[in-house]
């Protein structure tokens, strides 16, 4: 049995103390502890988290490997601090049936850099006219437990009314990318006065709060649970306050992009180049005014979650004009940093309130087992080391997936992901991502009940 001995480290209520890894749990957690038989660690002046948990990754494979695989985007994962990610729907072939998503947590499980768990398809292929295969991907070694069609609406009532009772069923919960189709044909941007300004068709907020109303009122009458992916705008920050009131079952995410990014970016700031396609993305980027709304409805927890929405894409889909560039950007490397920068430099969150919203709630909300436990004695030893006081301008060298359709490329960024610890054992040690061979040796060892 391995064993890895953390010392120093400090903990998320501000209290030093070291960390013993032994197999797959936290073995102790106190001062002074015994290094006998351990690897030691130092981590004087580095936080230790509760390994991350993603609930909103684009893994890209099946079918666009040329962007990303499950192999590249568990490194990005990992060497973002991550120990857990949810694969969305979106790939090809469409993970609406059993055999996709099995595919998809096998490849995970292989690479062993991070806990894959698919998510499945709401509907058949995306299209929003009949429903995937829910119970055969629920009842599969998967054991899905999280559905949606992300990157596309469940816009027809009647088919998210039946996908809610479907799934209600079994405990899981829908999660809706609120997106109505008809207000946003050909939409490139935040509707708006910068919009008309640029020439682009405008993605205007009500599109997203008429769904999420739709969507709480149905879930509400289901009595099913909702999760609503990248809220973007100050409303649906109202709409998702009322609900909660209410007693409604629903959750909701916001990504790193959509609190710290605004609109005016599309126009070129500070000599940059407008039109830079590298800040395209589904919902788009919104007002300053909608920015700070986030940030307070994640303070004050109308906002359960940071999710990445990593999304992949080759530098042919984002270097060309804007109306023809693919929307997303990848957000696995750098979310903790923008986390750091947006909403605990200005005080709104403390360490603890991170590992709730970058740990805990994922974890709880998409049913992640062996996640989201905190850094206690019998915990599982999934763990995250930062370093707080650490300042970079963000580089094509912090990207450990295949693409680099970042936004923060040349930002000045804070704090840095020093090691991350997976199934007890390292997957990024000094900063460094370990060998693909070692990580997928140990994962097998485990598999196997022999580490």
């Known amino acids: 049995m391995t064993a890895h001995l953390i010392r120093g480290a400090q903990l998320v209520d501000g209290t030093r103390a070291d960390i013993r890894l032994e197999g ?3 073995s102790a957690v106190g001062s002074g502890l015994d290094a006998a038989g351990a690897t ?35 490194r990005a ?3 973002g601090g991550f120990t857990a990610v949810n694969a969305m729907a979106n790939s090809s072939p469409v993970a609406d049936t059993a055999g996709v998503v099995e595919q998809v947590q096998a490849l995970g499980d292989d690479a062993g850099y991070v806990t894959v768990r698919p998510i499945g398809a709401v509907s058949q292929g995306l299209q929003g006219t ?12 998967a054991k899905v437990r999280v559905f949606s069609d992300d990157g596309s609406c469940v816009a027809d009532p009647l088919l998210m009314r039946r996908a809610l009772e ?6 899981g919960v829908l999660a809706q990318h609120a997106q109505e189709p008809r207000l946003t044909i050909g939409a490139q941007m935040n509707e708006g006065r910068l919009s008309s300004e640029l020439g682009l068709a405008g993605w205007p907020a009500v599109a997203e709060e008429a769904i999420i109303a739709r969507d709480v009122l149905l879930a509400d009458h289901v009595g099913a649970r909702l999760h609503v992916c990248h809220v973007s705008t100050a409303g649906s920050v109202e709409v998702i306050r009322w609900a909660k009131s209410r007693g409604i079952d629903v959750t909701a995410e916001v990504t790193p992009h959509h609190l710290v990014l605004t609109e005016d970016l599309i126009a070129g700031v500070d000599g940059a180049p407008g039109y830079d396609a590298r800040y395209k993305v589904n919902p788009p980027l919104r007002s300053r005014e909608d920015v700070d709304a986030l940030r307070a409805a994640l303070a004050d927890g109308t906002i359960d979650i940071v999710a990445t929405d990593h999304a992949p894409h080759t530098a042919e889909a984002k270097c060309c004009e804007w109306p023809a560039a693919a ?5 696995l490397e750098s979310a903790l940093s923008v986390v750091h920068a947006a909403v605990v430099e200005d005080g709104r969150l403390g360490w603890s309130d991170v590992a709730r919203v970058l740990s805990e709630a994922p974890a709880r909300i998409g049913q992640v087992a062996g996640h989201g436990q905190g850094v206690t004695e019998g915990a599982p030893a999934e763990l995250t080391l930062y370093d707080p006081a650490a300042v970079r301008e963000f580089s094509v060298d912090d990207l450990a997936g295949q693409s680099q359709n970042s936004p923060y490329l040349g930002m000045r960024l804070p704090g840095r992901v020093v090691a991350t610890f997976h199934l007890g054992n390292p997957t990024l040690l000094d900063g460094r991502l370990v060998d693909a061979e070692t990580v997928a040796a ?8 022999t580490a």
């Open 24 to 26: 797959r749990r936290i």
């Open 40 to 74: 030691v660690v130092d981590a004087d002046g580095l936080i230790a988290l509760p390994g991350l948990v993603d609930l909103h990754t684009h893994l890209r494979e099946p079918g666009a490997e040329e962007s990303e695989t499950v192999l590249t985007g568990s």
């Open 77 to 79: 994962a990992a060497a």
């Open 130 to 141: 009949h429903l995937s295969e829910i119970g055969a991907m629920a009842t599969s070694r």
């Open 166 to 171: 479907y799934i209600k069923g079994f405990g």
């Open 327 to 331: 929307n997303g950007m990848v957000g």
């Open 442 to 449: 140990h994962a097998a060892a485990v598999r196997a009940g």
